[in-house]
């Protein structure tokens, strides 16, 4: 098994949204993936002409909780004849708030892997904060 990471586009979001979790890894805007010995802040992301190029790159999972704890949503990812799709809802009372109904990637509107699911779920919610 493999830990799953945020794709760059959804670290920039992380970044507008708050994110402030420390991470051993950071995201380039050519998708590269850097690992550091130990935990970096936001602080540490490389700029150039004062625009950020360089994101905290936590995994799927850091990203799910952290809008658990931190925002209130939830999201859920079921999986369905046409493949996977998700579910947001506010954390502490379960009050639907978006799906992802016709919105995926393959020809059942859904997507066909798990992570697909949870990385546009991840996406949604960020959008909605």
């Known amino acids: 098994m493999t830990e799953e990471f945020i794709i760059f586009e959804t670290a920039k979001l992380?970044?507008?949204?708050?994110?402030?979790?420390?991470?051993e890894r950071t995201i380039d805007c050519n998708e590269i993936i850097r690992k550091y010995d130990y935990p970096q802040s936001m602080s540490c992301c490389t700029?150039?002409?004062?625009?950020l190029v360089e994101f905290l790159c936590p995994t799927l999972y850091v990203v799910q909780k952290w809008l658990r704890e931190a925002k209130n949503i939830h999201i859920c990812i079921y999986n369905?004849?046409?493949?996977?799709?998700?579910?947001i809802s506010k954390a502490d009372n379960g009050t639907h708030?978006?799906?992802?109904t016709y919105k995926g990637t393959n020809d059942g509107g859904e997507w066909d892997a798990y992570e697909e699911a949870l990385e546009a779920g991840i996406q949604e919610a960020l959008k909605l904060i």
């Open 14 to 23: 992380l970044k507008e949204k708050g994110f402030d979790w420390k991470c």
């Open 47 to 51: 700029e150039i002409n004062g625009e």
């Open 80 to 87: 369905c004849a046409c493949g996977y799709g998700y579910e």
């Open 97 to 100: 708030i978006a799906s992802s």
